[in-house]
C-alpha cells in the first residue's frame, strides 16, 4: 500500500509504503514498512500500482495527461525510474495479465495496447468506440475486461484471438458496474 492524499495530508505519510505479507505465518502477520517514495507526486490522486515481473509499476496521473511513472522493485526493496517508453504511452486505466503483460487503454482514442519490455513501446492490439472512456480494466484468462460509460458499459475483448475480438456485457438492470475482478476458477472440494 502507497499512501496518498486526504483531508490530514502529510508529505512523509503520503511518501509512505507498507506491506502486508500473507506468506508468513499468522501470528507474524503485519504491516512492514517499506522504500518511501522520494516524492509526494504520485500522492495527488488515486492512482494504482499494477504488478509486472515481479515489480510493481505506476505513474502519478490518471488519463491521457503529463506524467511521471514509478517501478518499485519488489525483492530489493527500491524505487526505479519508469522506462520513457512505458510511461509515455500509459494514458490510461492499466492491468497485468498473469504479471506478465500490461495493457492500457487510452481513454481518449478506446486503443487498448500491450507493453512490449524489450522494444520499450506499447503495441496496438484494438482500438473500439465502446473502449472510449474507460475507467477500469482487469485481465485473466486471456481476457480484458473493461467497465466505462460510468459504469454503465462492460466490454471484454479476447486478445488470445488476432484480430482481438469484443462484446459488450450488460450490468444487472439498475445497476452500476463500480469495480470489477476476474477470479480464479474455483473448485469445489468434497470432505
Not at 500522492?43 to 496521473?61: D, H, P, T
Not at 504511452?89 to 495479465?97: I, S, Y
Not at 471484454?156 to 444487472?172: C, I
Request: charged share 35%.
Amino acid at each position: 500500500m502507497a499512501s496518498g492524499v486526504g483531508s490530514h495530508y502529510q508529505g512523509d505519510i503520503a511518501r509512505s509504503m507498507e506491506r502486508w505479507d500473507l506468506n508468513k505465518k499468522r501470528e507474524s502477520w503485519g504491516w512492514e514498512n517499506k522504500a518511501p517514495l522520494k516524492d509526494g507526486r504520485f500522492s495527488r490522486e488515486e492512482v494504482e500500482a499494477v504488478g509486472y515481473r515481479g515489480k510493481l509499476c505506476m505513474v502519478n496521473v490518471k488519463g491521457n495527461a503529463v506524467k511521471e511513472g514509478a517501478v518499485y522493485d519488489v525483492e530489493l526493496d527500491k524505487w526505479e525510474e519508469m522506462p520513457q517508453g512505458m510511461v509515455a504511452g500509459w494514458n490510461g486505466p492499466a492491468a497485468t495479465m498473469d504479471e506478465d503483460v500490461i495493457y492500457v487503454i487510452d481513454e481518449v482514442k478506446g486503443r487498448l495496447s500491450k507493453y512490449d519490455g524489450e522494444k520499450d513501446c506499447w503495441e496496438k492490439v484494438i482500438e473500439l468506440e465502446q473502449l472510449k472512456r474507460a475507467e477500469q480494466i482487469t485481465a485473466g484468462r486471456r481476457k480484458i475486461c473493461a467497465i466505462s460509460a460510468k459504469g454503465e458499459k462492460i466490454i471484454v475483448v479476447d486478445v488470445r484471438d488476432k484480430p482481438a475480438r469484443f462484446w459488450e456485457v450488460a450490468p444487472p438492470p439498475g445497476m452500476e458496474v463500480v469495480a470489477m475482478h476476474v477470479l480464479p476458477r474455483m473448485i469445489s472440494r468434497q470432505h
